[in-house]
């Protein structure tokens, strides 16, 4: 066993120029593990807490409480803690706050710390990150296939449009090099698109376009004329998917679409959804209804789970109880694993168990806001997810994600892109398969 001998939180800041809680985990042979905590802008109401120190410095975005359950009880707790034993630290740490949402400690303290000590264990066992946490999951390892935004939207771009992310994957490329191309020729193609009509104004929180749409469905065919205009057929090798966020837009059961000055309830918006699945080559979609609708998320899943991926986010704040509620009741077919909606590795990674032993898929994401902390990019290899979350293709906190991938790639061989294979149950999938045949 290697011993922990210090566990030091400091502040450092994020993307957005916030401040954030970064851990350094040093253990007795002088191994070092660190870990940054991400933060989200379009939060679920059930994850674990974010703490701020609240007040008029730095905008109440301040983080001396968190650094200091990092530097006092969680050090006290887990030093001298064998740095292997992943489970029982996060249990040590959570028995020191055992309210829902970790306000006591908060969730940002937990998962700098839980993920410190995870790099800390792979590093004492001279292993990449995603070899670690494969061999010590006993999941395969695999390359994931990404989901990248074009257009920003929502809570990241200033609610300029309702719709948070409009985002392309590419599941009929034949290697995640191939993945990046394309990207690249559909990212500038929207760019030269929106400067031809006069409306480039920059980009969003995640480095996507901004939306200087005069409606929803305008980004929607923006981006598939940006698809084409790099030269590839919309629902070929690249669909599109959409977070639509809608928790953002829903108050009291009614969804407000504000640059369409527009209300519905649960049964319009599923209608106008459905619609949008007909008429662009949509393959995924994320948190269709708001967080608390689950007649609505159900019905939804009802009507179009066996055409698209339908992936549960605020709906499903990567919580195992939560994600099993949802296969009883036939909400959702995927979860977005962020692991500081849960707070810890272990409940994020039993998140991720419990989804894909029903055959749901697991899209390992990053927050809206980030840094140069490429963790996720090694959780989605190593637990073979298959799917990756991370924003834009601009700007570094999300290119250090992408570039990660591709280190890793150079260690675990090209073929192990997965390639479409999480989509094989939806539209895309069957269709590929029916040309595969012929
Ligand atoms: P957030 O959004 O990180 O701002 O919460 C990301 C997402 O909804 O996927
Ligand atoms: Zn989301």
Known sequence: MTAIKRV???????????????????????????????????????EAIDLRDGGRALRGKGVSRALASVNGPIAQAITGMDVADQSGIDRVILRLDPSALKETLGGNATVATSLAVLHAAAADAGKALWLHVSETTGFTPSLPL??????????????????????????????????????????FAAGDIMASKGKMAGVADEGGWWPNFDSNEEALETLVS????????????????????????????????????????????????????????IASIEDPLAEGDVEGTREFTRRFGDRVQIIGDDYLVTNAALVEQAQEDGACNAVLIKVNQAGTVTE?????????????????????????????????TGLGGGQLKVGSFTRSERMVKW????????????????GGAPLANTWWGKQSKKETAA
Not at 250 to 277: H, K, P, Q, S, V
Not at 358 to 376: F, L
């Open 8 to 46: 030091f939180g400091r502040r450092v800041w994020d993307s957005r120029g916030h401040p954030t809680v970064e851990v350094d985990v040093t253990l007795a042979n002088g191994v070092v593990g660190r870990a940054i905590a991400p933060a989200g802008a379009s939060r679920g109401t059930r």
């Open 146 to 187: 990404p989901e990248i935004q074009i257009f920003g939207g929502g809570a990241h771009a200033g609610r300029r449009v309702d719709i948070q992310d409009f985002m392309i994957m590419v599941p009929g490329a034949d290697s995640f090099d191939e993945v990046m191309e394309i990207t690249n020729e559909v990212y």
């Open 226 to 281: 940006a698809i084409e205009k790099a030269g590839e057929k919309p629902g070929e090798r690249v669909v599109i998917s959409l977070d639509i966020a809608a928790s953002e837009f829903c108050t009291d059961d009614c969804y407000r679409l504000a640059l369409e000055d527009r209300e519905m309830d649960n049964g319009a918006m599923i209608d106008m959804l459905g619609g949008w699945l007909d008429s662009y080559p």
């Open 348 to 380: 994020g990674f039993d998140t991720f168990r419990k989804a894909r032993s029903a055959g749901w898929g697991a899209i390992v994401s990053a927050r809206s806001g980030e840094t140069e902390d490429v963790s996720i990019s090694h959780l989605a």
């Open 403 to 418: 570039n990660e991938c591709l280190r890793i790639q150079d260690a675990l061989g090209v073929e192990s892109f997965v």
